[in-house]
């Protein structure tokens, strides 16, 4: 099997789950909020409204903002994309089955986006919140730096004696 159809299957898949999660909350991802997600998912770095507006255009003619910003909010309220405040975007949740902190190590250089959800990070923040009869609805840390292949790109020429 090609990597092409391997990606293509484990984007349906994806998509899928997603579908049924929001069945199983009583909601409806319909074929447009689909392809939205589909969208942010395939970029696997941070789009902004406008970027989905523009990649939608491009296949359907003119699509009216309002409709993707409903469907990025549907996205946002079911946990299925995180909205990334430093850039005004939206990248995939990895973890939608379930609440979480997300952190996401975003490259400053290429604009890779990678999720990295972890337990103890959303216990420690619960108990914090506890502390200070705080309730928390969502958490998205943001950490800015450079990928290992952008690392590699733009490291000085090694010299040698």
Request: hydrophobic share 40%.
């Amino acid at each position: 099997m090609t990597q092409s159809l391997e990606r293509t299957r484990a984007l349906d898949r994806r998509l899928d789950q997603a579908a049924e999660l929001c069945r199983a909350r009583g909601q409806s991802l319909t074929p447009l909020r689909r392809r939205v997600l589909e969208i942010v998912v395939e970029a696997g770095r941070p789009l902004g409204a406008y970027d989905v507006i523009d990649i939608l255009a491009q296949e359907r003619g003119r699509v009216a903002p309002p409709t993707v910003y409903r469907s990025l909010d549907f996205l946002l309220e079911q946990g299925l994309v995180h909205k990334v405040l430093s850039v005004n975007g939206f990248v995939a949740c990895s973890q939608a089955t379930r609440p979480h902190a997300a952190e996401l190590f975003i490259c400053q250089r290429c604009g890779t986006a990678v999720e990295v959800a972890r337990r103890v990070a959303d216990e420690r923040l619960e108990e914090t919140a506890a502390e200070l009869d705080f309730a928390i609805d969502s958490v998205v840390l943001e950490v800015r730096g450079r990928c290992a292949d952008c690392r590699i790109e733009t490291s000085p020429p090694h010299v040698t004696a």
